[in-house]
């Protein structure tokens, strides 16, 4: 048999693998915006999510946070209890991202000065 007969089919598997995929991200973007509130959002992520799944997202929210007003990513890494690397990806992501992580960052900047 020939290289291309073997990789053709699973490169037409791989291509349908990741339209089920996309399906599948969409489903859940979807879902995300059918919530109501911060309370229903902290459900579906209990109820989806193990615990330490949601810890891992919340604890990268956190590090973007901080990320976000200078602070050192040593010290994020310390009062995080989280490994520099991790640290150093999540600033990665967010200077070099689509630039939605800002945007979300100063939507809820606006709402917490609204609920002053």
Request: hydrophobic fraction near 30%; include cysteine.
């Amino acid at each position: 048999m020939y290289e291309n007969e073997q990789t053709e089919p699973m490169n037409t598997q791989s291509k349908h693998d990741e339209k089920k995929e996309k399906k599948r991200v969409d489903d859940l973007c979807y879902a995300l915006l059918q919530l109501n509130d911060a309370t229903e959002a902290q459900q579906f992520l209990s109820d989806l999510l193990s615990p330490a799944e949601v810890s891992s997202i919340a604890k990268r929210w956190k590090i973007i946070q901080e990320l976000r007003v200078g602070k050192p990513h040593r010290i994020i890494a310390e009062e995080l209890k989280c490994g520099i690397n991790t640290v150093s990806r999540a600033n990665t992501v967010y200077r070099r991202g689509s630039g939605i992580l800002e945007t979300l960052l100063e939507r809820v900047e606006q709402t917490d000065e609204l609920r002053k």
